[in-house]
């Protein structure tokens, strides 16, 4: 996967897109990181990327041109800009979906703002608008950050264990169940004797009750969009009813 991120800060991707799992989907090029500083791509003299919105109002908003002509540098590199993303609070909440619909493309392309907000023209060439929640950063950085991170985690090849990204919490759409390593007793607490067993359809039985208790009890919300097999369904029944004794 190729990711091309425009930022006036470029300083501010050194060590978390270099390190972890990042750093490894790099050293195994599974992965290709560039970050563009377009106020390199201004034509004003004093090198400005922002300017005062027409109408008036307050704060200023990042100018047309020098993100288009980064944009026209990356696309005539790569021979295309693949997704363009807009880290814009008005755009859709990212989640977990989210994540891996990027995670299917080959090339990713990340606009991250400052100031007030966005010339509207900027959106012209903008395939997808997302946010990272309901706050404002300062800017989008942090945000393309974290997006890059939970997408780049779910590509092929860049975690040691292909079965790890699926039993994540969100990727099924309920919380990870509980998990537990040696000792399998520390200070009176005990593993389940269940995790002991060896019973493996046992033991996966288990880890889908405690995902359906943990989503019950901590997200109840994400149980409502939840595609629950039939199964699934009355072991939620039941847990609604151990709460309720």
């Not at 090198?47 to 027409?54: A, E, F, G, S």
């Not at 989210?98 to 007030?116: K, M, N, P, Q, R």
């Not at 990727?171 to 169940?177: A, F, N, R, V």
Request: with cysteine; aromatic share 8%.
């Amino acid at each position: 996967m190729k990711i091309d991120i425009l930022s006036l800060f470029p300083e501010m991707f050194a060590g978390p897109l270099t390190q972890s799992i990042i750093g490894k989907a790099l050293e195994k090029k599974i992965l290709d990181i560039e970050v563009t500083n377009y106020r390199d791509y201004t034509k004003d003299r004093q090198h400005h990327v922002d300017d005062y919105p027409y109408g008036g109002g307050a704060g200023m908003l990042l100018q047309v041109q020098p993100i288009f002509d980064a944009l026209d540098m990356i696309e005539t590199k790569n021979n295309g800009l693949g997704k363009v993303i807009l880290l814009d609070p008005a755009g859709r909440k990212f989640d977990q979906s989210v994540a891996a619909e990027l995670a299917a493309s080959d090339h990713l392309t990340f606009i991250c703002g400052h100031y007030e907000g966005y010339d509207e023209r900027i959106r012209t060439r903008v395939t997808d608008e997302i946010s990272l929640g309901d706050f404002i950063l300062t800017g989008g950085e942090l945000a393309s950050m974290v997006m890059i991170d939970a997408t780049v985690r779910l590509l092929p090849g860049v975690l040691g264990n292909n079965e790890s990204a699926p039993g994540d919490s969100f990727s099924d759409g309920l919380l990870e169940y509980p998990q537990y390593t040696r000792p399998a007793e520390y200070k009176g607490l005990q593993v389940p004797d269940i995790l002991l067993s060896g019973n493996h359809q046992k033991i996966r039985e288990w880890r889908q009750k405690e995902s359906l208790r943990r989503t019950f009890e901590r997200r109840p919300d994400l149980l409502v969009t939840a595609d629950l097999d039939d199964q699934q369904k009355k072991w939620l029944q039941s847990i609604k009813s151990d709460n309720q004794a």
